[in-house]
């Protein structure tokens, strides 16, 4: 048995599978394939994937070859799509995987027609990130080349009244009629709730599986993740010292410290630093100082009794958390670290 880490993380894979479910059904008749990118927008690739293809999803999104080799086997009709496409020094590992390319670039067309084989391709609509430009992919540029699944992707989804999201829909519909692929997508999680016009054949959820961002109808979604930490100290600090590296925190009155084996190295961002909460019972005990590397100190003064060793239930809702910490959801999730104790269920 390998030591006991004192951080927990607990991942609710039948919440992520209630949140795949919620875009599914919000998408129509388009398929709707999953992102697990980032070992799983950092909650665990492997765990995620066999939630979800159990639960019917066909298609999963990677963004690094290293990252589809690192997937456990898989049904034979499950698709993995690797969105950075195959650069020239990829190529033996690309014709050696399973999953297909995003092709993004003119040089990796040109690299993969080649092979003969079946491959995505991302257009650029609008973000200015990876893709072929219109231009490009109306050159003849991909003329032979066996395309699955053309993409393109939104830059302002989450904002259902940015301009540039019926703009980039405009363009891809255009592009899409023009480009023979057996199917379409364009929208990430925002993009669903924009309406059935984004859906086309399939959509590519991540954020939103994991709890992140709303659901299409503008609701909640199921949390997935959740962390605890063991108090390792208990503290009474007098009124008037201060708690923590710089002196942040000042104690107005007699106040009672849990100190906790939790830190910034475990993605518990700095600037939760006298913001950040956990809950004790029904009450809210705030960080008390600096979060340190390894160690946050929690106020529990008007919290119900904690004794050293008990765990502590660290605030995690994404959207509060990430407004206290100043970070996105997608930065709370995929920071999170190689510090927990990661319990699936
Ligand atoms: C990461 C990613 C997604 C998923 O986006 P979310 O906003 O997390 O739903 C979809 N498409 C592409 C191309 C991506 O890179």
Not at 130 to 139: E, F
Not at 192 to 199: N, R
Not at 312 to 335: C, H, M, N, P
Request: aromatic share 6%; hydrophobic share 45%; with cysteine.
């Amino acid at each position: 048995m390998s030591p006991p880490l004192s951080a927990r993380l607990t991942v609710d894979t039948a919440a992520l599978v209630r949140n795949w479910r919620v875009f599914r059904d919000a998408g129509g008749a388009a398929e709707c394939g999953a992102a697990i990118k980032a070992d799983g927008y950092g909650l665990g690739a492997a765990e995620a994937a066999l939630a979800l293809v159990a639960a019917g999803c066909r298609d999963l999104f990677v963004a690094h070859w290293a990252e589809a080799a690192a997937l456990p086997t898989l049904p034979g009709d499950v698709r993995v799509a690797v969105l950075h496409g195959a650069c020239a020094d990829e190529m033996p590992a690309a014709l050696a995987s399973r999953a297909v390319p995003v092709l993004v670039s003119p040089a990796q067309v040109r690299a993969w027609r080649e092979t003969g084989r079946a491959c995505d391709v991302m257009v650029d609509t609008g973000l200015n990130r990876l893709g072929l430009s219109a231009d490009d992919a109306l050159s003849g540029l991909l003329d032979g080349l066996q395309i699955d699944t053309l993409h393109s992707h939104l830059a302002c989804a989450e904002d259902a009244t940015h301009p540039l999201n019926q703009t980039q829909r405009a363009r891809f519909a255009t592009l899409a009629k023009q480009i023979p692929a057996r199917r379409c997508s364009l929208a990430n999680s925002g993009g669903v709730g924009l309406g059935a016009d984004f859906h086309f054949d399939l959509t590519r959820i991540g954020i939103g599986l994991y709890g992140g961002g709303v659901a299409p109808d503008g609701t909640r979604l199921s949390a997935v993740a959740r962390i605890s930490a063991r108090v390792l100290q208990l503290r009474d600090v007098p009124a008037g010292d201060s708690v923590g590296y710089g002196a942040t925190f000042v104690a107005r009155r007699p106040t009672r410290l849990a100190v906790v084996a939790l830190g910034y190295a475990d993605g518990y961002a700095r600037s939760l630093s006298n913001s950040g909460s956990a809950r004790i019972g029904g009450s809210v005990a705030p960080v008390a100082g600096r979060v340190a590397m390894d160690l946050t100190a929690f106020d529990i003064t008007d919290a119900p009794p904690v004794a050293e060793g008990d765990w502590l239930d660290i605030e995690f809702d994404l959207a509060a958390t990430a407004r206290a910490a100043g970070r996105s959801e997608y930065e709370l999730l995929t920071g999170l670290g190689h510090r927990y104790a990661r319990i699936y269920r």
